[in-house]
């Protein structure tokens, strides 16, 4: 008998590689299952709430960046207001219980006045819509 030509070998390697291929996938592959739920959307009262209390604890930590102002912030007017009145509750409370203490009391004011303004969104006070001179032209 003698050895097999060698276009024999390769093909009868390559059938061996493709079946093992198969079986390998078959028995290792995961299902594919449903796509996980996509997150809904934050309301504007989560939004403002993280936003808000994220600087206001920066700025009872004594944080790098907590001396920005409030439009580097990413603040509305509304809600810098609710972060100057947070952060003074917050220092009333480290004052006589510590700062683990002053920071839930941001958190506490933030969500409270985020929830009670729908999210303090409205815009800049001094900001105004573009004047006829000052559009680009069409």
């Known amino acids: 008998m003698g050895t097999?030509?060698?276009?024999a070998v390769r093909n009868g390697a390559a059938a061996l590689l493709w079946v093992?291929?198969?079986a390998g996938c078959a028995t290792s592959a995961p299902r594919p299952s449903a796509a996980p739920p996509s997150?809904?959307?934050s309301s504007p009262a989560q939004?403002?709430?993280?936003?808000v209390s994220y600087w206001a604890?920066?700025?009872l930590k004594g944080g790098k960046w907590a001396?920005?102002?409030w439009e580097q912030k990413g603040l509305s007017n509304e809600q810098y207001a609710i972060h100057e009145d947070a952060v003074a509750a917050g220092r009333a409370e480290e004052r006589t219980a510590g700062l683990d203490k002053a920071l839930e009391v941001v958190d506490r004011v933030v969500a409270q006045r985020c929830a009670a303004q729908n999210g303090?969104?409205?815009s800049s006070e001094n900001w105004r819509p573009p004047s006829a001179d000052t559009r680009s032209p069409e």
Request: charge should be negative; hydrophobic fraction near 35%.
């Open 39 to 41: 997150p809904s959307p």
């Open 20 to 22: 093992l291929a198969l």
């Open 4 to 7: 097999p030509p060698r276009t």
């Open 120 to 122: 303090a969104t409205w």
């Open 47 to 51: 939004i403002c709430t993280s936003l």
């Open 57 to 59: 604890e920066e700025t």
């Open 67 to 69: 001396g920005l102002d």
